[in-house]
T-cell receptor, first 118, second 111 residues
Framework: DAGVIQSPRHEVTEMGQEVTLRCKPI?????LFWYRQTMMRGLELLIY????????DSGMPEDRFSAKMPNASFSTLKIQPSEPRDSAVYFC????????????????FGPGTRLTVL | AQSVTQLDSQVPVFEEAPVELRCNYS??????LFWYVQYPNQGLQLLLK??????LVKGINGFEAEFNKSQTSFHLRKPSVHISDTAEYFC?????????FGAGTRLFVKA
């Protein structure tokens, strides 16, 4: 398996523009997580999905952020409008929770998207 | 309330010396515990995990950790570190339906 795939790897945009980050989880995984990492705040969980359904979005900073998972193999995190303080590395991770499976509960992280908002 | 506390934000150590990165947790339910490592400009990867069974868990790159239920700790150890171990290390707890990350410990290995 190719692992968790994120695109783009780098994004530079201007304040006020819409930004869409994309994630393809590992095939068969039932949980998907979006994280944000900054020097100031460290690693923050933004939202996670179970079987494509959002379970906890309490980490989403404000209404400018939204996330969707239209099917088991794709998720997006959208920021509209973007602001300089949104600059960070955004990670997507997926995991499998089914009992008896190898690697159960381990979160597999993608390489991240480095977002710079000017 | 559930929480994970990594007691040291930074740990400097000389190459070939032993190291211990400390992690304490708090939870009223049974937990699963993990250590992840993040090398510069990379995503996180699993070092080791405790789900059940033996309380001494061995992971990749010579790391090990011991689950101590009475002390509510899951400290990470390596008997002899290398320059390449310089990274940030995260202790993670899954309790109930919540995944909680510690704040991270930056390990600096000096020559």
């Amino acid at each position: 398996d190719a692992g968790v795939i994120q695109s783009p790897r780098h994004e530079v945009t201007e304040m006020g523009q819409e930004v869409t980050l994309r994630c393809k989880p590992i095939s068969g995984h039932d949980y998907l997580f979006w994280y944000r990492q900054t020097m100031m705040r460290g690693l923050e969980l933004l939202i996670y999905f179970n079987n494509n359904v959002p379970i906890d979005d309490s980490g989403m900073p404000e209404d400018r952020f939204s996330a969707k998972m239209p099917n088991a193999s794709f998720s997006t995190l959208k920021i509209q409008p973007s602001e300089p303080r949104d600059s960070a590395v955004y990670f997507c991770a997926s995991s499998l929770t089914r009992t008896g499976t190898s690697g159960r509960l381990e979160q597999f992280f993608g390489p991240g998207t480095r977002l710079t908002v000017l | 309330a559930q929480s994970v506390t990594q007691l040291d934000s930074q740990v400097p150590v000389f190459e070939e010396a032993p190291v211990e990165l400390r992690c304490n947790y708090s939870s009223s339910v049974s937990v699963y515990l993990f250590w992840y490592v993040q090398y510069p400009n990379q995503g996180l990867q699993l070092l080791l995990k405790y789900l059940s069974g033996s309380t001494l868990v061995k992971g990749i790159n010579g790391f090990e950790a011991e689950f101590n239920k009475s002390q509510t700790s899951f400290h990470l150890r390596k008997p002899s570190v290398h320059i390449s171990d310089t990274a940030e290390y995260f202790c993670v707890m899954i309790g109930g339906f919540k995944t909680i990350f510690g704040a991270g410990t930056r390990l600096f290995v000096k020559a």
